[in-house]
Nanobody, 126 residues
């Protein structure tokens, strides 16, 4: 059974930083593309960033470019999201997910991701 467990969320002031982690089990981690999505209250879930199986493709949402950095450690079966210069509009529940779609590019559409974590809350105060 595939399990994805996010951690690292919390409350931070605007301009601060957080590092999210996503621990994966139940699959060969390096076989999957991985992505981060977020959902703010009253809004639809949106794509944040993804990373391809071997890390050569890392598409970012425009809203987080230059502030967020995705990485993966295949030896530890863990996905990371370093979030810097946080803004109140980054407040959301952040989810990690895995995708088995073919190709070398990490997908950006949530329907291309099969397994999802339970989410971790990130709150940025102004």
């Amino acid at each position: 059974q595939v399990q994805l467990v996010e951690s690292g969320g919390g409350l931070v002031q605007a301009g601060g930083s957080l590092r999210l982690s996503c621990a994966a089990s139940g699959r060969v981690f390096r076989s999957d593309h991985m992505g981060w999505f977020r959902q703010a209250p009253g809004k639809e879930r949106e794509f944040v960033v993804a990373i391809s199986r071997i890390g050569v493709s890392t598409p970012y949402a425009d809203s987080v470019k230059g502030r967020f950095t995705i990485s993966r450690d295949n030896a530890k079966n863990t996905l990371y999201l370093q979030m810097n210069s946080l803004k109140p509009e980054d407040t959301a529940v952040y989810y990690c997910a895995t995708s088995q779609v073919a190709g070398i590019s990490a997908p950006k559409r949530d329907y291309e991701y099969r397994y999802w974590g339970q989410g971790t809350q990130v709150t940025v105060s102004s």
